[in-house]
């Protein structure tokens, strides 16, 4: 069977098999064909994009469509004052200008839309690429794991902790011991010991109660009998004073 597809105004022939229904069996023969003609085919080898090379495609041609996008503003803004100023002069130019615009607005509008889509395809392809390096990463670190066990035995792990449990309660053991007094023979009893020690507090105290007792008063001097010869008021007080002052003075001493 022969189809025609025209591509720049040239009819194409390619040649397929039928299956019992009719239609062509070999899907992957006009894949193959249409990446050619539309330049969509897998490179060499038909290994597909990476997923970096894939965002990198689409980010260039958001940033096409975005300068299509200041394009088409400029141009519909163009149009739009040109109906304005032939809208009482030239009614037909006028319309045209506007048809343009209505056109540019309408190209405009579709480009929004695929720019959303582009931006949500990026979008789920960084997410993709995201996890793909997490999960590549998390891989790598549970291989690391593997290797740092392997050799790991969970018996022998239990032996060697009940080992160092049993040689620390045996460490703890013996520094008890030797913290423990040791009175090389000399046991002594705390409670006599105890009530030597009152007995002799006793003794000391009953000492210095009879020293106490045991002194005599001291006499203080008789006052002068005799009196004082008469001085002026002032002077008078101030020896009195002064007496005072030696009296206490002799009292003290």
Excluded: C
Aim: hydrophobic share 35%; no cysteine.
């Amino acid at each position: 069977m022969k189809m025609l597809i025209m591509a720049a105004g040239s009819p194409l022939v390619f040649r397929g098999r039928r299956d019992r229904t009719g239609a062509f069996s070999s899907e992957s023969h006009k894949m193959s064909l249409f990446g050619k003609i539309f330049g969509t085919g897998a490179g060499k080898g038909g290994k597909g994009p990476t997923p970096q090379e894939a965002i990198q495609k689409l980010r260039e041609t958001e940033e096409m469509l975005a300068k299509k996008q200041e394009f088409l503003e400029k141009k519909i803004d163009h149009e739009l004052l040109t109906a304005k100023r032939n809208g009482t002069k030239n009614k037909r130019a006028a319309l045209q200008a506007l048809k343009r615009k209505k056109r540019y607005e309408k190209q405009l509008a579709q480009i929004d839309g695929t720019l959303s889509t582009i931006e949500f395809q990026r979008e789920a392809l960084e997410n993709a690429n995201t996890n793909t390096e997490v999960l590549k990463n998390m891989g790598f670190a549970a291989k690391a794991m593997k290797a740092a066990h392997e050799n790991m035995d969970i018996d022998k792990v239990d032996d060697l902790m009940a080992d160092i449990t049993e040689q620390q309660e045996l460490a703890q053991e013996i520094s008890d011991v030797i913290s423990r007094p040791v009175g090389f023979g000399e046991d002594y009893d705390e409670d006599e010991l105890m009530a030597e020690l009152e007995e002799l507090e006793q003794e000391e105290l009953d000492k210095n109660l009879l020293e106490i007792e045991g002194t005599e008063d001291v006499s203080l001097p008789s006052v002068p009998s005799t009196s004082l010869p008469s001085q002026p008021a002032k002077k008078k007080v101030e020896e009195d004073e002064d007496d005072m002052a030696d009296l206490e003075a002799w009292a003290a001493n």
